[in-house]
């Protein structure tokens, strides 16, 4: 290999390793990340920007006391929840209980008028213990009631029943061991005339909002939850605890086979369809365990919980609980070859040094007086100037110029650099020579091994 190409090969390698320590250290973002403690990462959140607010009020502290005081039941303008009185007074001593129903959707201002009842020192000096259900939510004393199972979802979120919560804080607050089970939603087969007026809509929009119900749109994060079939949507009010349901989930996917069903009744969701056995239950529990306080409080709509509930569905099938391809990824080249970086840029270094190793070595002589070498390449000038043709005439004269040159040069230091330099740029043309009068016994570094060059 030539001085010229091991120059080039050096040159290259260098270029590629620092291109590559540019890259690597372009991409570590240590100086973008934040390190401040006690601030949360969340953005501010305005209280109604999810629509989660009514237009329900409730009177004065002052009022609600004395209608407490007044009355044993005191269901306010708006209030929502349900309950089957006959069946608590059965199986729960409700002697000396009152109960304040509350509307959902009440702001931050009118909750805490509600919960200030409770506290007020006459309410707290009566003969009866006070029970308060705002939208859903019961609470008594220190005790709070929260649905735990799928059949406690349903009487909550899909009727909007709280007989099994109002049983359990009152047995909490009289001491009185475990709550009885409050009877849950009696199921039906939808008649042909309903299933046929949802089948209607469902095959031309793939969606129904019945009368009552108060989605607007299918969400735009359904395609994450279902991304091999687009689901099915029907949305229908909160129903009627009195009554048997209509349980439209299995009837639908009967129907519409291999088809994602997913149904809400007011704020509960089911679903029937693929998979439904690997990830209904644990989707349901996760959003009703983390959201059911909020959702048992406020009013929000169905396109929230249904956007909450398809979220989950999401991290599911994320986290591989049930057996669905993953939504495609574009491949990023920079993710995949960025570990490999530094493993590049060790290559080429290692390669610069090999490179400049090896030129050092075929030139011991540089750092010793350069007449060893001036004799051996002007030896090899005269012999090969007998055999020299018209197309490697050039190259030797140049060549016995850069000798000649090389000669002439003091014994300093500078000079021994300066004539070692012109020695290289002779050896250049000899070796050119050689190859053009076809001799490779001629090239300098054949011809010069004997001479300690």
Not at 70 to 80: C, D, F, I
Not at 393 to 411: F, K, V, W
Request: charged share 25%.
């Amino acid at each position: 290999m030539s001085k010229n190409t091991f120059g080039i090969a050096r040159w290259v390698l260098a270029g590629v390793a620092i291109a590559v320590a540019v890259i690597f250290l372009l991409q570590q973002r240590q100086g973008d990340i934040d390190v401040s403690y006690g601030e949360s990462p969340s953005s501010d959140y305005e209280e109604g920007e999810s629509g989660e607010l009514s237009d329900h009020t409730v009177p004065s502290t002052d009022e609600m006391v004395r209608q407490v005081q007044a009355e044993p039941v005191v269901r306010l303008p708006g209030a929502s929840a349900k309950w089957n009185r006959q069946w608590l007074r059965e199986h729960v001593d409700t002697a000396g209980v009152r109960l304040l129903f509350a509307p959902p959707g009440l702001d931050e201002q009118e909750t805490e008028r509600v919960l200030a009842v409770v506290e007020d020192d006459s309410i707290a000096d009566a003969p009866f213990d006070l029970v308060t259900v705002t939208g859903t939510k019961v609470r008594g004393g220190p005790y709070t009631a929260a649905a735990d199972d799928i059949d406690g979802f349903q009487r909550q979120f899909a009727a909007g029943d709280v007989t099994g919560l109002l049983a359990a804080v009152i047995t909490g607050m009289r001491d009185a061991g475990d709550p009885p089970t409050a009877p849950g939603l009696t199921w039906r087969e939808p008649t042909s005339a309903e299933l046929g007026t949802v089948t209607a809509d469902l095959e031309r929009d793939r969606l129904h909002v019945a009368d009552g119900a108060t989605l607007s749109d299918v969400p735009g994060n359904a395609a994450n939850a279902f991304p091999d079939t687009e689901p099915m949507i029907v949305a229908l009010p909160q129903q009627d605890t009195g009554r048997p349901v209509p349980d439209y989930a299995p009837a639908l996917a009967e129907r519409f086979p291999d088809t994602p069903v997913v149904v809400l009744y007011g704020n509960y969701v089911d679903y029937a369809g693929p998979y439904r056995d690997q990830f209904y239950e644990v989707a349901t529990a996760g959003v009703y365990g983390m959201l059911g306080d909020r959702i048992s409080r406020y009013d929000y709509p169905q396109d929230n919980v249904l956007f909450a509930w398809l979220n989950k569905v999401t991290d599911i099938r994320y986290a591989g609980l049930f057996d669905r391809p993953l939504p495609y990824q574009p491949f990023d080249p920079l993710k995949v070859t960025l570990p490999a970086l530094p493993f590049v840029f060790a290559a080429c270094v290692l390669g610069v040094i090999v490179l400049s190793v090896t030129a050092l070595r075929r030139r011991p002589s540089h750092g010793r007086p350069p007449t060893v070498r001036l004799a051996a390449l002007s030896a090899l000038s005269v012999e090969v100037s007998g055999l020299t043709t018209e197309a490697s005439n050039p190259s030797l004269t140049r060549a016995i110029t850069h000798l000649d040159a090389a000669r002439e040069r003091d014994g300093s230091a500078v000079g021994r650099r300066a004539a070692h330099n012109l020695l290289d740029k002779a050896e250049h043309e000899l070796a050119e020579t050689a190859r053009l009068i076809e001799r490779s016994d001629y090239e300098p570094r054949h011809y010069t091994a004997g001479w300690g060059v």
